[in-house]
């Protein structure tokens, strides 16, 4: 067992343009975390995640990085950012950058030189091709347009975006442009920086020749993971990035790998060589059908097959119920339908998934429970791929099936301000934010969860404090109990003569579960109800201490 500060930390992810805004403008910015430091502190909070803070014209919120050094404007300046930082090591937070250089902005000055001529000394820091005749080089689709491809008629030739067309993808093959991407790394990592999360890391690599994709989906253009997603030169990559950057640093590297899974998760992380830690989507998908707009209700059962094999799959996983990009959890995997589920529900889910092995990953919010946004228009969306969604929906008459998709799945969900108090737009700023303030902010907020002591906040903090010092919930073994019960979610984590037993009821009915014989002695070290017995409340969670010498 080898201790590492990121496997000890419990890591708040904080989407910096919705967490407190300090200068009237609507938008948050790094002064507002500044404010807010001594919170996540008091939290227990031990690591920051920060989306992108970088220069961005934010056409994807700032995953379209126009300069990777200097501070979003809306956001501040950089001696804000060297502030927060400092405060943040004062009070032994470590701070995770978001980086991303699978593309750039399309407002990148390497890119501007690169669409000027073919012969433009960074025309290859990019991926152009030529067309086949007047259509695109390939049939590929993207994430967020039909096309990856956005014809450039300055130089009669194509650009690929696996995102949006103003999010052209970086040519990794380009060895003069991995060397700019790692020189800049380490000028982050040499400022104090602790790590970075690594986003579509795992599509810098793409097949030699860029052919058509093979899957018979219908329609013009098919995605094409099977090209760009986990291509051997992608682990080429990595590996030379690992040893460039961050072989002799005590840092942290996550890495958000789309389409990974259980078999060939492990290649990405058990050599040390590429990355620590990985974000795995199986769980994002879980209540998907034909793609993320087509939802299906969650299912227990798949739920814990699914969290089981990623336990056996890699030794360290990535533990997080929701993020910037999907729906909040207690929402989607809960039920905030009353208040009592919304409460009981979110800390059963708190510790369904937080107590697992691996490094946890708070979204903001989470800790107090706040739910998906009731959008009623189109006006209310910010996101680019709700609004391009929105927009084929209305060219294809699909407006309905639409609507149902963004209220469940849109990431907006997760966009809306941090709920702070019960004072005009929440305490998260005095004038109109970005996005609309969720419209329960007077009953859901931080200042309310403090008083009460029974609040998800409160739960929140003690969940953390376990997470962060139990060393059976931090490196103990993982074994999955009553696996084929298809309500309860239960396991057992033991490390030396310790054994912590987790008891999930999932559903909103009353549920019964037997205690094993070895059971019958414990102590409760955390639950939502504080009963015993084989009785369990709508989701009723029980964390009990086994007194293994009394077994
Ligand atoms: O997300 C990658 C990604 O796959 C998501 O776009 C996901 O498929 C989608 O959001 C599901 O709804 C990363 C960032 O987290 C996301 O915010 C960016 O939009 C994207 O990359 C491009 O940088
Ligand atoms: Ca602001």
Known sequence: MIRKWWKESVVYQLYPRSFKDSNHDGIGDLKGIIQKVDYLSWLGIKAVWLNPIYDSPNDDMGYDIRHYEKIMNEFGTMD????????????????????????????????????????????????????????????????????????????????????????????????????????MINRWLDKGVDGFRMDVINLIAKKVGLP?????????????????????????????????????????????????????????????????????????????????????????????????????AIPWNSLFWSNHDQPRAVSRFGDDSNELNRVQSAKMLGVAMHFLKGTSFIFQGEEIGMTNYPFSKTEELRDIESLQFMKNAVQGDFVDFAWRGILKKGR?????????????????????????????????????????????????????????????????????????????????????????????????????????????????ILSNTFNDGNQFQPYEVRVLMINSNHA
């Open 80 to 183: 804000d950012f060297d502030e927060l930082l400092e405060k943040l090591h004062q009070h032994d937070i470590k701070l995770i950058m978001d980086l991303v250089v699978n593309h750039s902005s399309d407002e990148h000055q390497w890119f501007l030189e690169s669409r000027k001529s073919k012969d433009n000394p960074f025309r290859d820091y990019y991926i152009w091709k030529k067309g086949n005749n007047t259509k695109e080089p390939n049939n590929w689709a993207s994430f967020f347009t039909p096309s990856a491809w956005t014809y450039d008629d300055n130089t009669d030739e194509w650009y690929l975006h696996l995102f949006s067309e103003k999010q052209p993808d970086l040519n990794w093959e380009n060895p003069t442009l991995r060397e700019d991407i790692y020189s």
């Open 212 to 312: 058509d994709a093979t899957k018979s989906e219908d329609g013009p253009y098919v995605f094409a993971d099977e090209h760009f997603a986990m291509q051997p030169k992608m682990h080429e990559h990595l590996q030379e990035m690992r040893e460039r950057c961050f072989k002799h640093r005590d840092s942290m590297c996550v890495g958000e790998t789309p389409f990974v899974t259980t078999k060939n998760a492990l290649s990405l992380v058990e050599s040390g060589k590429e990355l620590d830690l990985l974000f795995h989507f199986e769980l994002m998908d879980i209540d998907s059908r034909n793609g993320k707009w087509d939802y299906i209700p969650f299912d227990i059962v798949k739920f814990k097959q699914l969290m089981i094999s990623w336990q056996k």
């Open 412 to 524: 907006d969900n997760a966009r809306t301000p941090m709920q702070w108090n019960d004072s005009l737009y929440a305490g998260f700023s005095d004038v109109l934010p970005w996005i609309n303030v969720n419209t329960n902010f007077k009953t859901i907020n931080v200042e309310q969860a403090m008083r009460d002591s029974n609040s998800i906040l409160h739960f929140y903090k003690r969940l953390i404090e376990l997470k962060s010092t139990s060393l059976t919930l931090i490196y103990g073994d993982f074994e999955p109990l009553f696996v084929d019960n298809d309500s309860f979610f239960v396991y057992k984590r033991s490390y030396k003569l310790e054994q912590i037993v987790v008891i999930c009821n999932m559903t909103k009915e009353i549920k019964f579960l037997e205690y094993p014989d070895e059971w019958r002695s414990h102590s409760m």
